[in-house]
Each structure stands twice: as structure tokens, then as C-alpha cells.
């Protein structure tokens, strides 16, 4: 079934014809609950919402670990904000961090939001946003 997109075809301020149309288009949501673990690959074109665990590699458009969420392995995604654990390398423009989160390993980022508390053992290297339009199967190996 094929998602909705949000226009806005209202008139503009002063009346002169449409505004420019609203191109945010709502994402597919999976939620992964909290008595679920998952072994392989997660693929979506969506939002993922994980509660339980992983143990592999994630490729979302917007990714979110809850606070009792737990990752072993890499993710790749547009936008990442993590609450839980994650143990493994981030591939992600923006990534946010909570004050719950609890992080070992890369986080590969164009933009990042770490909150007062949050825990982080690794690296956050900075990259242009042409870094991950350049990602594809392969990712890159990262020294230790």
C-alpha cells in the first residue's frame, strides 16, 4: 500500500497562488518489541524502532533505539537517534544521542547531538554528506 504524501496546496500569505509543495513524505514504521532478538540483517526503506535486540546489520532510512534497545553490528541510515546500547559503527548524516545511550565503537556522522550523561567508547569522525551518498553494499574497513 503506498504511503501518503503531506502537500500543502494552501495559498500563500499574501494570497498570490500556491506555496511551494511540501515534499516530507511519511516514512513505513517497524517496531522491533523489547521480548524480540534478531540474528542477520534488518533492511527496511523506513523507520525502525528497536526495542529488543540485534545482532547484525541495520539499514533504515531513520533508525531509533529505545532506552532498553540493545545493537551488535553496524547501522546504516539517514537519521540514527540512540537511547540504548549499541555496540558496532554508525553510518548516519545525523546521528542523536540520549543521555541513556550507551555506545562502543564509530560513529561516522555529518551532524551529531550528544545529551548531557550519554556514554561513548570510540571515535566520531566527521564526514561530508557526499560520504554517504557514496555508501553502498560494501562498507568501508575501519582500522582499530
Do not use: C
Request: proline share 6%; glycine share 12%; no cysteine.
Amino acid at each position: 500500500m503506498p504511503q501518503p504524501v503531506f502537500r500543502n496546496s494552501a495559498k500563500a500569505p499574501d494570497g498570490r497562488g500556491a506555496k511551494a509543495p511540501d515534499k516530507r513524505v511519511q516514512l513505513p514504521s517497524s517496531e522491533l518489541g523489547s521480548a524480540l532478538t534478531v540474528v542477520g540483517v534488518l533492511d527496511t526503506e523506513g523507520e525502525l524502532f528497536i526495542h529488543g535486540n540485534v545482532q547484525g546489520r541495520i539499514n533504515a532510512e531513520r533508525l531509533v533505539l529505545g532506552r532498553r534497545g540493545s545493537v551488535e553490528g553496524d547501522v546504516v541510515a539517514r537519521d540514527v537517534h540512540i537511547g540504548g546500547r549499541l555496540n558496532g559503527r554508525v553510518f548516519a548524516l545525523n546521528v542523536t544521542l540520549d543521555d541513556t545511550a550507551d555506545v562502543s565503537g564509530r560513529i561516522f556522522h555529518n551532524t551529531v547531538t550528544v545529551a548531557k550523561g550519554a556514554r561513548i567508547d570510540g571515535r566520531m569522525p566527521w564526514r561530508p554528506p557526499s560520504y554517504f551518498e557514496a555508501l553502498d553494499d560494501q562498507l568501508p574497513e575501519t582500522k582499530s
